[in-house]
């Protein structure tokens, strides 16, 4: 069986069991694809250009940016996650989006979304899972800056995109490509770079986890996901499975 390389069926895949239509209707609507340099900002808040993306390469960051000049980061997007999807939606845009690295994006517009939610309503269906899980993972960043401690928060983030990647084919059990900085991490988690720094290297002696060279290593999972008091349910990942 040959091993599906279009990341978003692959994530849309978990909560449905695509038929060959299915397939070539997603395959469809990634076909129109860009490339875009990582460091340029893709959308900006205040636009009013109504566009959107499937991400099927790379790495992106969602954040605002504040008064004094600090960024919020409130989520990153992986191969197989939707771009902007509220931008088609709303009058004007409320965040930005900046890719991490170099990215394959397929731009997707408001009328090829009606026209899926209309003649493919099992589509329809995974994708709203899809959305939801999104904004599940948006709620449980809350909590985390909100009120868990600084060890919960990395190790409690470094699980959920764990978990994140090995669905769409990225990520092994023990391991996964991570091109973030400590200033991501700081700016995602409400933490201060230095900050960040301590917490890894408290987070490797208890736990076992490394983070060097763009790579995510766990020692111990059971450990780690006792460090970050962590159950996984928000993200779903069982999904609808619509027969």
């Known amino acids: 069986m040959t091993k599906e390389t279009n990341p978003l069926i692959r994530k849309l895949g978990a909560s449905i069991r695509l038929s060959g239509e299915e397939r070539t209707v997603l395959t469809d609507l990634t076909r129109t694809r ?6 340029k900002e893709i959308i900006h808040e205040g636009d009013t250009e109504h566009r959107a993306f499937v991400l099927l390469e790379g790495w992106v ?4 940016i504040l008064r004094d000049g600090s960024r919020q980061i409130v989520d990153f997007q992986i191969a197989g996650d939707f771009i902007g999807m509220r931008s088609v939606l709303l009058r004007t ?26 003649s493919q309503p099992r589509v329809a269906a995974a994708m709203m ?15 985390s800056v909100g009120r868990r401690h ?15 990647l ?5 990520g092994r059990q023990q391991s996964f490509p991570c091109p973030l900085t400590q200033y991501h991490l700081a700016d995602a988690l409400g933490l201060s770079a230095v900050h960040v720094n301590r917490v890894l290297r408290q987070l490797r002696e208890d736990t076992g986890v490394t983070f060097r060279g763009g790579v995510v290593k766990f020692g111990n999972i059971d450990r780690a996901m006792e460090t970050a008091n962590c159950d996984m349910g928000y993200l ?8």
């Open 34 to 39: 860009r490339r875009f340099a990582s460091g």
């Open 61 to 64: 960051s969602s954040f605002k």
């Open 93 to 118: 845009v409320d965040h930005n989006v900046e890719p991490i690295t170099d990215i394959v994006a397929a731009s997707i517009h408001l009328d090829e979304v009606m026209e899926l939610f209309s």
């Open 129 to 143: 899972w899809a959305l939801s899980a999104d904004e599940a993972i948006v709620v449980e960043r809350l909590v």
């Open 150 to 164: 600084a060890l919960e928060r990395v190790a409690h983030f470094l699980l959920e995109m764990r978990a994140r």
């Open 166 to 170: 090995r669905l769409v084919g990225m």
């Open 236 to 243: 779903d990942h069982g999904g609808l499975i619509l027969e």
